[in-house]
């Protein structure tokens, strides 16, 4: 399978596209990656197969250049998808879903100081950045329980301590509001122009890479008190929207995630499959690979079609099964299944373009979006009492 090579006429940059003819890609997100690849110092832009159009610069795509432009990494720095695994004795999905803890409530350091969700952390928060701390976010980000499904590579997935029918959560998240106060300040005084201060702006980026890796721990850790699990540390984390300097340049990630010999969690959607696939990219795809499936419709489309197709009620129990714990009845029809493309495809490509090899796919079971203010969710928050009750006195595990 060969890759699709735009070459600018403008400039000196490549655009390389890896993605079939099958596959969707929007003429707009291409036009997007030849307005980066004509920026100054670009050197080459490597888009995914589940490359969509962003606000300023594609997503899903990752940009090599000896210039560091901040708004190519956008302003939810840090964002990435971790894997848990966790054990649980029995599995009934509607029991489950109504123990999810309110992870758009933030754990407050003063107020919930004995909340064991903070033997995750250590010391304070990267930048010192204490709002939102333990919460989910909107648009695309979600807590999930998910069973491993199939096991395509049973060595590897054996050294993840994975197999067949094991339990995982799945987190995606990023920095919650500090990778947005980080790109506020670079553009309220250099719009979308080059960080004049380069090593200034990657130590602030680096405390939000640092926050949502800290953040999808405490959101593990809540889940797992609340379903009655014990807490483990991530066996995957891959953050998807950074910068990194390498090879003599800064490669920005928007949407891409690393993919040189690490294992990644390629995000379906909520009504499909996800896929951990170990990345084994190299310099002509940015050492990167795709982090989901890729939106196919704008959130305004998915909302207008949505309504004309779904109830409420068939959105919140999918295809194969699983539950949605989603409040919000608009992001309910925004982050449909069929908003997205499809992430078989999406595998297929990355598979035949030699930049990852599948070790095992996912499938959901219950998908937290935003809490559910009706009756079912109050079981849950009184397991989170309980749980909280319970940790009084061990202390916040903060060092």
Not at 90 to 111: H, I, K, M, N, S
Not at 122 to 132: L, S
Not at 318 to 339: I, K, M
Request: proline share 7%; net charge positive; glycine share 12%.
């Amino acid at each position: 399978m060969s890759p699709q090579h735009f070459p600018p006429p403008s400039t000196t940059a490549t655009v390389t596209v890896f993605a079939s003819p099958e596959s969707w890609i929007e003429s707009d997100a291409v036009r997007q990656c030849h307005q980066v690849a004509a920026l100054d110092g670009m050197r080459h832009v490597a888009a995914m197969p589940d490359l969509h159009p962003g606000k300023g610069a594609p997503i899903g795509a990752a940009m090599a250049s000896t210039v560091l432009y901040p708004h190519l990494v956008g302003s939810d720095i840090g964002c990435g998808i971790a894997v848990f695994p966790i054990g649980l004795r029995r599995v009934v999905p509607e029991r489950l879903a109504a123990r999810f803890p309110d992870l758009d409530r933030a754990l407050d350091p003063g107020r919930d100081a004995d909340d064991p969700a903070w033997a995750a952390a250590a010391g304070d928060p990267p930048g010192g950045h204490v709002e939102g701390l333990g919460t989910v976010g909107r648009g695309n980000h979600f807590v999930e329980l998910a069973r491993i499904e199939t096991v395509f590579a049973a060595d590897h997935a054996g050294r993840l301590g994975l197999a067949a029918g094991d339990l995982v959560l799945i987190v995606h998240s990023g920095s919650r509001g500090l990778g947005e106060r980080i790109l506020r300040a670079h553009t309220e005084a250099h719009g979308a122009g080059p960080a004049p201060d380069p090593a200034g702006y990657l130590a602030r980026h680096d405390d939000a890479v640092r926050w949502g890796a800290l953040n999808r721990r405490l959101l593990a850790t809540r889940v797992a008190h609340a379903l009655g699990a014990e807490p483990t540390a991530p066996i995957v984390d891959q953050c998807h929207n950074l910068v990194e300097v390498r090879d003599g340049s800064y490669l920005h990630r928007k949407g891409a995630a690393p993919g040189d010999g690490r294992d990644v969690l390629v995000a379906g959607t909520r009504g499909t499959r996800s896929f951990l696939v170990a990345g084994h990219a190299g310099p002509a795809a940015n050492y990167s690979v795709a982090h989901g499936a890729g939106r196919k419709m704008s959130r305004a489309d998915a909302l207008r079609r949505g309504r004309a197709k779904h109830t409420v009620a068939e959105l919140r129990r999918t295809p194969v099964g699983s539950l949605v714990v989603c409040g919000d009845r608009q992001l309910l029809f925004e982050e449909a299944p069929t908003a997205y493309k499809r992430i078989e495809q999406v595998i297929v490509d990355l598979v035949g373009h030699g930049l990852a090899t599948p070790v095992a796919s996912t499938v959901p079971l219950v998908t937290y979006k935003t809490p559910d203010l009706g009756s079912e969710l109050r079981p849950a928050r009184r397991d989170e009492r309980r749980q909280r009750g319970r940790g009084r006195g061990r202390g916040r595990g903060r060092g």
